[in-house]
């Protein structure tokens, strides 16, 4: 396990318009953070966008966990979401494996719990929390949620080292 002074996280928000960022959990410094809009052309030409870009991300930063939102798929979703959502998915995991790195998921619920106290927080409630909390303005709500989930994630971590 990973002490919380040197625990880097990568935090993903998988989606067609990708958030993710790089956490130093010690210092409660953001390194990275973006939107990335992949490849509507094909599932192929996505996917590789996704690899190829995590991996120039992990390469850069050296994170040792990644932390991943949970797929949560509302009532009125495209038969097609989730498998696209798992083929992300999937790829992420995969460069998280390429670089012996432990991945973490967390449900959206969780997340907004740990972020605002509240469980149903809109997105807005979370964009606000992260602007305020790590002093920046976020592109989008993809870009605060990969905040959010790293951040949980260091939360969690936290309190785990804190319990044992």
């Keep these: 396990m990973v002490s919380q002074a040197n625990r880097v996280v990568l935090g993903l928000d998988l ?53 991943i939102e949970d797929v949560f798929l509302p009532a009125k979703t495209s038969p097609r979401t989730p498998i696209s959502l798992g083929e992300l998915r999937g790829v992420a995991r995969l460069c998280a494996a390429e670089h012996n790195l432990p991945v973490f998921f967390y449900p959206p619920r969780k997340v907004k719990l740990a972020i605002t106290g509240f ?25 605060a949620d990969a905040i959010s989930i790293a951040w949980t994630h260091v939360l969690q971590m936290q309190f785990e080292e804190m319990s044992a």
């Design 15 to 67: 989606a067609e318009k990708l958030g993710l960022c790089v956490i130093h959990g010690g210092t409660k410094q953001l390194l990275f953070s973006s939107t990335v809009k992949l490849s509507k052309n094909s599932s192929e030409s996505r996917l590789i966008h996704l690899h190829k870009l995590l991996n120039k991300v992990i390469e850069k930063f050296n994170p040792n966990e990644v932390a």
């Design 119 to 143: 469980g149903n927080a809109s997105k807005e409630d979370i964009i606000n929390w992260v602007q305020g909390e790590f002093n920046i303005k976020v592109k989008d709500d993809n870009e």
